[in-house]
């Protein structure tokens, strides 16, 4: 076999080797989903979720078929086609409806709401700890501590850009809210013009999430630098209908949402089902609470197989003693346990007298914010959302395998990271210098240019990963350098533009290629880009860790696939370029 025949081979081999690094499924326990589409025979209000962009006509269809008005629940969800409307027997209409193509579901209305027992609160004192972040009560959120939530701060650009839906009670903007970036949001309840908050419940959980962070007062937030949408669907007594909630979701997913913070359950609906089906198609991260029944049995839509199920635990770590558990819990988060002093999760909230106070609550309600927060995190780093998914999960604190009460594991942040930052970026650094390697050798280029592209195309990919661990000031150039090339719109702009499928593509190398690989000079940097973007790219497709915006999932990795290669040719040729004028040198 001759020596390009051996490089031939090697560069295959090593193809092949990026797509044996791809991950195994993650190990999912749901309950089974129970069967709609039966009622008792009385009257009620029915909710009836249409094909999306169903037209009024359509409406008007069905509502000849019932034999009843029905009017579409919401202006800022009429494309998702959700209709309300009172009929005299339930079982009757579900039956006309079943065989409806124009229906993608229905259902009696089903009321959901918080638990009672995450409704008691406890004032607390302020005292100032030593260094960052210096809010004054940041000592007594051991929940931040427990997650890892410092790291966070530490290694990401907490948040930024980022928008986690918090679809509760709304949210007011208190004192240690101020100067987080929040979107104007709406309210899906009636009589309730806004989404502020009139019951406490939502201002707490979104206080988790992105509370002001290091600005002299309050408390902290797991990803200040998230941006927050206030989506009102439960009422200032804590309840809120089926319809309400599938609106909140679907008009979150129109707003942007990339997380969505569902801390409230209940029984099943179809409704809601449907709609977070449609959130996670489109890349949501949907986190929701396990539920507080103290017992086996997960509350839904915790337990759907579209969202995060999360349970809770107290300072100890050992499973509060309110969480529910069972199938559907994927992974635990800090929740708190008030029989424990100072054990309840400490955020800034309403009063009920116009004003607010640092107040205490615990609740799995209070867990799945910090995993809706960390998901923020992680998303802020340029992960795509299967990726934050199955980081959170794989690394939970845990013995390896799901138990029916901490699902994978503990939350832990600093382990997410940890992959995120070591195992992918040690990977690609090492991936795209063996191709600059190969294909230099392949096109009998000098040792010269071989090695030195070889290093800029491992930075390109992997970015210098190993500056993360060190304590270095937070600077964003320190955070570009130690970044892959291809992740930095997600540092200066947010996630989104990250995704863009023109950035994750060929361009970039080509219009290099075309410019700097002209010139011996810069050649090596040309080819250097050409071969780090390809092995990225190729990295991503094969484990699932780079998201394309735009494009549907099967897609996705068909489009990374092919710019990989292109990229990969493009240095081939700038390899070839380098050989020919070596040669004309001689």
Not at 431 to 450: D, P, W
Not at 492 to 508: E, I, K, R
Not at 520 to 537: E, F, I, K, N, P
Request: charged share 15%.
């Amino acid at each position: 076999m001759t020596r390009r025949s051996l490089i031939g081979v090697a560069l295959a081999g090593t193809v092949a080797a990026t797509f044996a690094l791809g991950p195994d499924a993650i190990e999912r326990h749901k309950p089974a989903v129970p069967e709609v589409g039966s009622a008792a025979h009385r009257g009620g209000t029915l909710v009836v979720d249409l094909v999306d962009g169903a037209s009024e006509a359509d409406l008007q269809k069905v509502e000849a078929e019932l034999g009843v008005d029905l009017s579409w629940l919401s202006e800022l969800t009429v494309d998702e086609a959700l209709a309300v409307g009172e009929v005299p027997d339930l079982a009757a209409a579900l039956a006309v409806l079943r065989d409806e193509a124009l229906v993608e579901t229905a259902e009696p209305e089903l009321m959901l709401s918080l638990d009672p027992e995450e409704l008691s609160v406890a004032t607390v004192s302020e005292t100032l700890p030593d260094g960052y972040p210096n809010d004054p009560l940041y000592e007594k959120q051991w929940h931040l501590r427990a997650m890892g939530a410092p790291d966070g701060w530490a290694h990401s650009p907490r948040g930024k850009g980022v928008v986690v839906a918090v679809v509760d009670t709304g949210i007011t903007r208190v004192e240690d809210l101020e100067g987080v970036r929040m979107l104007e949001g709406a309210s899906f309840v009636p009589g309730a013009k806004t989404a502020a908050d009139d019951q406490g419940h939502g201002t707490h959980v979104a206080g988790t999430i992105a509370q002001a962070t290091n600005n002299g007062k309050g408390c902290a937030g797991v990803a200040p630098e998230a941006t927050l949408l206030p989506v009102k669907v439960l009422s200032g007594a804590g309840f809120g209908s089926s319809a309400w909630i599938a609106a909140g979701i679907d008009y979150a997913v129109d707003e942007g949402a990339d997380v969505i913070n569902l801390s409230l359950g209940g029984g099943y609906s179809s409704v809601i089902h449907n709609a977070i089906k449609k959130a996670h198609a489109k890349g949501v991260i949907v986190v929701a609470a396990a539920g507080n029944g103290g017992r086996r049995g997960v509350s839904w839509p915790g337990a759907l197989e579209e969202a995060i199920g999360v349970s809770s635990v107290g300072p100890s770590g050992s499973l509060a003693p309110y969480s529910s558990y069972g199938e559907g819990v994927d992974i635990a988060g800090p929740g708190g346990d008030k029989t424990k002093p100072g054990g309840g999760v400490f955020q800034d909230t309403i009063d009920g007298r116009g004003g607010h106070h640092y107040a205490e609550y615990q609740g799995t309600s209070m867990a799945t914010p910090h995993v809706a927060g960390a998901a923020a995190v992680l998303l802020s780093r340029g992960m795509a959302p299967d990726a934050v998914e199955r980081a959170l999960l794989e690394t939970a604190d845990g013995d390896g395998s799901w138990n029916e009460k901490y699902g994978h594991g503990k939350l832990s942040l600093t382990a997410a990271l940890g992959r995120s930052v070591g195992k992918h970026g040690s990977t690609r650094f090492a991936l795209a210098a063996v191709f600059a390697l190969l294909i230099g050798q392949l096109a009998s280029t000098n040792r010269s240019f071989q090695i030195k592209s070889a290093a800029f195309a491992g930075w390109v990919a992997g970015g210098l990963f190993l500056l993360e661990y060190l304590p270095l000031p937070d600077l964003l150039l320190t955070r570009l350098i130690a970044h892959p090339l291809l992740s930095w719109p997600a540092l200066l702009l947010g996630p989104g533009f990250a995704s863009f499928p023109l950035w994750l593509s060929a361009a970039l190398p080509a219009v290099v290629g075309f410019s700097l690989g002209a010139f011996r000079q810069t050649r090596w940097l040309a080819y250097g880009l050409a071969c780090g973007v390809g092995a990225h790219l190729l990295h991503g497709a094969a484990t699932g860790t780079v998201g394309v915006s735009l494009l549907p999932a099967s897609l996705a990795g068909l489009w990374l696939v092919a710019n990989a290669t292109v990229a990969m040719l493009v240095g081939l040729g700038l390899a070839g370029a380098e050989k020919l004028e070596e040669a004309g040198r001689r």
